[in-house]
């Protein structure tokens, strides 16, 4: 219950009758009158920030997009400083989508998995350790989850690369060509443990708010612990697991020190996801940045700007379903 | 369809199913990881995440396999199902302990009181030697400004919402605080280039960071503070507004004391979490090997900086590693201690603003 | 398919705390028995005790002896999945599967306990719902959400699903206390066809309830606050109701306390 929509109907105390408007309106009083304008002033100050985060990036943005003489979204090349200037987000946008696709496939189920744990398997003392260990893994900042992932993850990688490669090399897809696992699978990985600490969080509190008396039911009728979790807690958490997702997925998508220290990039897309190379688009931010002129700025501004745009949809999503569903099991509370 | 012929389908004595003893999960998770180490080294296999891949397998499957046989398939699915949560949670907590130890075994290496205290001014990056102090400096100077911004503008916004917000605004801003939590740092990284270096050009300075750390630390706030007077009971704000005292003292004198426990847990996790960001510094603070102790001019440095700055400058040296290592292992260390406090607070706070 | 309940020495626990003592009594086949007492008294932690739902409760245990005709409930090789599924539950709210429809609530132990042919569940179901008088009421959604039915229909459909699974003993647990009169009284009429065919066990508030319904009657008390709940008396209903042979029975059913 941490979340979305003030509820119209939440403190009823405070003078019900007092809308928005007549809460300026009616407070006389100066000390008043300077209170509501600042904190409303607050309020209206975020939503400008989010226009003008908007704003100046496209801004940014369009001086690029003029001077590009390649198809933004087809070309497969970056070159924003050259004559003329090329540039293209393709390879950016399917490492970004391959690698978080990955990582959701991983840590999904995992986080699931952890959240029933905590709150279905596990005795209520070492299922609150663990809930804080899980709020730990969220606590540690994703340098250092980079560096890790660098100079340990890859490394050890080597073995089940190999494996993947003796049997479902054959796909294509998980062929290896034995070079360093700096590759867009091994992202996906270091992701994936990235995004479970919230996709876990989430969806703890999803569980946790099953009520108790459908579970009972199941419990009733003879079921054993998984089938009281299959009739009565998945469904009821189901859109609550949707909209966890979504929030990991927004974080995967964004995320960029992480990717930028694990992944050797190049601006190729490759069928087989075990070889290195590729990239997202944060990632491409962070390294290409130091060399970039004024016009390269421009071009990753850009290539941001779409992120951001993605970004803003998946959670905005997210958001709306957790409120949806809110609505509907207050209802039903 | 008869009773009789449901009641056939069941065994004599229906209540006492085959059960296997409650050690059977053990014994089957000690088999699996003994068969695991078994099969790893007969092929041969070098990497603990194989063979630990393949314990997990032979756990999942002997458990089904064996309480399939012994206890029915509806037990055998219970059981799968359970020793997949267990896999789950071993999963998770595998990397976390990896990451714990190997910062904390590697990190140990050089970090002392010379590592505190010395900047890299004169330390070439392949070279052992230096420490952190310009970058732990920079660090302190940029939170410590992007928290002074964004906690009044965070905690007004939380008392709009909650005291006063009710309409169209309050929706919209409670939308969109909840769509910023999920911004990707480099994007307010980048935003902040293109208004502040790009088109107003400033240069880079700890401030430009500052600026695109409080949008990262305003939702945050903004959440838990809002959390935090949600809890306030109304009767609290009744009495003293019974009184006659103006609502804008009632909150500044009632409600934000009452709460004040809560946001502060609040406001240090924010802090925890914005120390550790790297994308927007990267972009706007630039990174320095000397001290530079004022934010407001010329590129500094900071904690997470260095540790990215130290591992793709080391041209492979151990050294620079090594002063990666110990500089994550400060990094950590204070996030740890900043949430350890915060909850501390939130524990010690709890009953009181409870109810 | 009744059992008759014999109960010896029992006590529930929460983690530390005794919440009921050293109870026996003895529950008879084809009746309907009522627990009474007051708030707190332990009547609903004992009838959670009768189906092992005690032990869901975090910190809930168990010692003593319930059989079920020859065979101890808490017996070493019990399982508590089985036993549930002997003795039926009912609720204080009515509590269906919210995502899963009518008919499909009615299925949803069947298709836990074995593979069912289609023809054979719609008959079970079929079955089930007239027997729990609600097939005239909801024949025509059967594919429409359980949710949807008011209260009273709702709790008939967890009546329903409980008895689909043909159970020894069905236990009631205030099944009209979130009902209007009108529902309570069509759940009453159905507890009097329903002991025909199972034991029952219902816990109630209401002692009118209780001398309506039931054949024998319990009733539990505590002594005071923090102290477990203890059985008074259990006697045929008409002799609780007109001449208990405790002084507190019968001040509680006069109404000085409780």
Redesign the interface.
Known sequence: M?????N?A?????QPA????G?ARG?S?P??R???G??????????V??A??AA??T??AVLALSKNEANFFTTMEWNPSGVPPQFGIAVLAFGTIVSSVIAMAIAV??????A??ITH??PRKLGGT?AY?????A??????????G????VP?????YG?LDDYFGWTGLFAWDGGPARSLFTVGILLA?MI?PII?NVSREVFRQVPRMHEEAALALGA????V?RMSVLPFGRSGIISASM?GL??A?????AVA?VLSPTFTIQASLLDAGGGTF?QN??SK?NEAT?MG??A??AS?LV??VI??L???A??LIIARRKEYSGANA | ?S?AS??D?RPP?????A?LPKWFAWAVAAGAVLLGLGISFAAG??????WA?IAAVLFVAGSYGISAKVEGP??A??R???S??????L???V??A??AW??VKRGIKVFDGYFLTHSMGVVADTEPGGGIYHAILGTAEQVGLATLISV???V??A??????????????????????????????G??I???WI??LDMGYSGFAGSMALT?LM??VV??STE?ML?LVP??L??ASLALGV????T??KVVLPTSIGGITTGIMLAV??I?????PV??LVWGANFINANPFKDPQASL?MY??LQ??NSGGQGAA?DR??AA?LT??AF??IL?LVARGIARWKAPKTGR | ?AKRIDVSGLNAYYGSFLAIEDISMTVEPRSVTAFIGPSGCGKSTFLRTLNRMHEVTPGGRVDGKVM?DD?N?YGP???P???R??VGMVFQRPNPFPTMSVYDNVAAGLR?N?RYKKS?LD??VE?SLKGANLWNEVKDRLNKPGSGLSGGQQQRLCIARAIAV?PNVLLMDEPCSALDPISTLAIEDLICELKERFTIVIVTHNMQQAARVSDRTAFFNLSAVGQPGKLIEIDETERIFSNPSVQATEDYISGRFG
């Open positions: 941490d979340t979305t929509t003030e119209p939440a403190p009823p105390a405070l007092e809308t928005d408007k809460a407070a009083r000390g008043d300077v209170f509501i600042l904190s409303r002033g607050s309020g209206i100050f975020v939503l920030l989010m003008a985060i100046f990036l801004y940014r189920p995992i986080a699931v998995g952890i029933l744990f398997y596990a663990i260990v899980i709020d730990l893994l606590a540690v900042p994703s340098i250092v989850y980079g560096l890790w660098a100079l340990v993850l050890h990688l080597n073995g089940l494996w443990i479970l876990t054993t612990r998984w089938e979790i929030l927004g974080r998508l964004g995320e960029t020190m220290m944060a931010i962070a940045f004024e700025r421009d990753l501004i941001g992120l951001f970004t803003l998946v959670n905005g997210a958001r | 369809m009773n449901l009641t389908k004595s229906s209540l006492r199913g059960t296999l070098d990497s603990s995440i194989q891949l509806r037990q699915k219970d799968v199902a359970t997949l949560v267990w896999v789950a949670f999963m998770a907590i990397p976390l990896s990451l190997t910062t009044p503008i965070g007004l916004t008392i709009y919402l909650v005291e006063y917000g009710r309409g169209r605004l309050a929706q919209a801003v409670t939308f969109f605080v909840d769509v910023m939590t999920g911004i990707p740092s480099i994007v307010a980048l935003f280039l293109s208004l790009l088109i949008i305003i939702p903004v959440r959390e949600k109304n009767e704000r009744e103006p609502k804008w003292r909150i500044l925890a979490r120390a550790g960001e790297t994308a990267l972009l997470p540790i990215y591992f793709t590693y990666a290592w994550a990094l950590i996030i740890m949430n | 398919m079920l065979e409930l090789g019990i399982d999945v089985a036993v599924r002997e836990l074995g054979q008959d079970i079955k043909e």
